[in-house]
């Protein structure tokens, strides 16, 4: 189920739904998906699907897991890249072979343990991981020129907009019942919006979950 087949078509499927950043495809190519689920989910890893991480969460869909860091990557590479909602992992560790630093957040703690052994594992060592509320952003860390997320809030938190250096790409679901996949790049002028595509994705809570 993992073999190397499996994996090959996994990508074509990306490449066939318009994906076609090389360097992100190779990252997935190479990625152990199945590693980031529980062993009964395994087997299901190199499909293109969300899979149940527990706690009502899913480990994101490869497709939109591509998508969206082929969107974070589409104006010039990125140094510092803030990421909320990195439940499993999965799409932290994409993200750390393709930018400088990963800053992650979840506010789940069991998710987040979990997904440290992970990294660790695979020797990922420019990730930090924090539990804590991703919608108020990493305090201290301010200014980064990339931020994903993978919870929906109705509108963008302005703390959010406030870390996103000049010149940085926010890509995020916005909206309740009906999700849009949004792109912000912060100009010198001020904010530029671009909505890309509908999308389904867990809400942004507030608070944590110990
Ligand atoms: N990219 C992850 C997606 C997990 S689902 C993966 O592929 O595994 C989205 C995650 O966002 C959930 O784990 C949920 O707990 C988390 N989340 C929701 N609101 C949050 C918030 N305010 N701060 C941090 N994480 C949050």
Same mark, same amino acid.
């Given at each position: 189920m993992t073999? $190397?087949?499996?994996?090959?078509?996994?990508i074509q499927r990306l490449v066939d739904q318009g994906i076609s950043n090389m360097a992100v495809l190779d990252v997935i190519r190479t990625t152990p998906r199945h590693l980031f689920l529980d062993e009964a989910m395994a087997h299901r890893a190199y499909e293109d699907t969300a899979l149940p991480i527990g706690f009502n969460q899913t480990l994101s869909q490869p497709y939109i897991v591509a998508r969206m860091t082929e969107l @974070?990557? +589409? =104006?010039? %590479?990125?140094?510092?890249? @803030?990421?909320? #909602?990195?439940?499993?992992?999965? $799409?932290t560790a994409v993200l750390a072979q393709l930018v400088g630093e990963v800053y992650a957040m979840e506010r789940i703690k069991? @998710?987040?343990?979990?997904?440290?052994?992970?990294?660790?594992?695979?020797k990922l060592r420019n990730v930090q991981l924090r539990h804590a509320d991703g919608g108020l952003g990493w305090d201290g860390q #301010?200014?980064?020129?990339?931020?994903? =997320? +993978? +919870?929906? %809030? +109705? /509108?963008?938190? *302005?703390?959010?907009?406030a870390q996103l250096a !000049? #010149?940085?790409r &926010?890509?995020?679901p916005v909206?309740?019942?009906?999700?849009? &996949? *949004?792109?912000? /790049?912060? /100009?010198d002028q001020g904010f530029e919006t671009d909505i890309v595509e509908p999308v389904r994705f867990v %809400? @942004?809570?507030?608070? /944590? !979950?110990?």
């Open positions: 073999s $190397q087949r499996t994996r090959e078509r996994l @974070l990557l +589409a =104006s010039g %590479p990125r140094q510092r890249v @803030l990421e909320i #909602g990195s439940g499993s992992g999965y $799409q069991p @998710l987040l343990d979990k997904s440290r052994q992970r990294l660790r594992k695979l #301010g200014d980064f020129d990339g931020i994903l =997320s +993978a +919870a929906s %809030p +109705a /509108t963008i938190p *302005h703390e959010l907009l !000049v #010149g940085g &926010l890509v995020m909206g309740e019942d009906r999700q849009q &996949l *949004h792109v912000v /790049t912060r /100009t %809400p @942004l809570r507030p608070g /944590t !979950v110990r």
